[in-house]
Structures are given as C-alpha cells and as structure tokens.
C-alpha cells in the first residue's frame, strides 16, 4: 500500500510511519519544517517538505496522486488560535478536497477525543482546537470520500501494550500513541472498515481483535 502521510514528523506520524515501512508499506511523509526530513527518513518513510496553510489544493493532490491512501495526523500543537483553524480546520478541508481530486478515496484522519482535557480548567486556544477539530470531523463524514476518523483519548509517549478499546462511543481515557499508531495501520489495510467514527483508548483487546469486532 502506498501511504500519504501528512504530519509525518508528529507524535502518532512518526510511529505511524514507522510501522507501514515495517509492514513493506510505501510512506510518503509530508512535513512543515525542513529540519524535519531526517526524523521522517529515519522510519522509512520518503520525506516531503510541504506547507498546508501555503499549499495550493492543485498543489496536494499532485503530491497525493498514485498513493492508496491518504493519513491526516497534522496540528497546530498549539502554535495559536490561528494557526488552529489554518491547519486542523482549513488545512483537513484541502486535504481532503486534494484526495478526491487525486483519486484517493481512502481517507483517514487523526481526531480528538471528545471529553479530551474535561478534568482541567481550559484556555480559549484550548476550546478553539476543539470547536476545530469537531467542524474538521464533520466536513469530512459529508465528503464521498471512503474515510475514517479516529478519536484517541490523550496521547501518552510510554511504549504501547498492543492492546486498545476502540468502539463507536467509549469511556474517555488514555491511549500510548504506538498503540494509536498500530491501530491506524491496521484499520488502513481493512478495506471494508469505512465511513466510520471510532474512539478510541488503552484496553485490553488485541489490536486485530479490536478491528475485527468493528467490522
């Protein structure tokens, strides 16, 4: 499978990336700072410097075009309000508009848990990302495009345990990003596993079993 991954030097990218290679996938890993492009050709992946704020939709989908397969794990990381609604909202939008162009149905991106930062008191930027990344969910279930969004709970950097609980609607937790990673990889490689919202966190279900059970 050819993968075009845009966030590839992220948290969840990196490891994401990581993973496809391992498998024999094909990465194409796009990234915003140049200084950025040996973490990406580390995992195997073929780096590409690209700019979703300043890129073209005609720009996109010319670097999307022949992949099976486009992966939205990019965001601001609180760079500003902004920047928010540049990247995680404006940013999803040409993305998914430069797929369709290029004929990549298959369409997965990387969104937030909804009781995310609940237990805490938080800023304005914080809301905004949410409002954003809730309006970027839903331009996306209205395109024709065959995607996936994936709602981890909050992201934690310990090595993975393989195992996740993943369902349409789970109680909110905490997920390792590598077991975030390994499920995106293999809800990829389920052609049949479309057109779907899940949530997801640390559980006890084998990563296979947990896409299983969705299907």
Not at 59 to 81: N, P, Y
Not at 85 to 110: C, N, P, S, W, Y
Request: charged share 25%; glycine share 12%; aromatic share 4%.
């Amino acid at each position: 499978m050819r993968v075009f991954l845009i966030g590839a030097a992220g948290g969840v990218g990196r490891r994401l990336a990581g993973q496809l290679t391992a498998r024999g996938d094909d990465v194409t890993g796009i990234h915003r700072d140049p200084a950025q492009a040996d973490a990406v050709l580390a995992t195997g992946a073929t780096p590409v410097t690209g700019d979703l704020i300043a890129d073209s939709v005609d720009e996109l989908a010319g670097r999307m075009a022949g992949h099976d397969a486009v992966v939205f794990s990019a965001g601001a990381h609180g760079t500003g309000i902004d920047k928010t609604t540049a990247i995680d909202g404006r940013g999803l939008e040409k993305a998914a508009m430069a797929a369709a162009q290029a004929g990549v149905t298959r369409f997965l991106l990387v969104s937030v848990f909804p009781e995310a930062g609940r237990d805490r008191d938080t800023s304005e930027g914080f809301e905004h990302y949410m409002r954003v990344k809730k309006t970027a969910d839903v331009y996306l279930t209205r395109t024709d495009l065959d995607w996936i969004i994936v709602r981890p709970g909050t992201l934690l950097d310990q090595p993975g345990t393989g195992r996740v609980t993943a369902g349409l609607a789970v109680e909110y937790g905490t997920v390792p990003r590598d077991d975030v990673a390994a499920f995106i990889a293999a809800a990829l490689h389920e052609p049949t596993l479309r057109r779907l919202i899940v949530e997801l966190t640390a559980g006890d279900t084998p990563v296979p079993e947990a896409i299983a059970t969705l299907l």
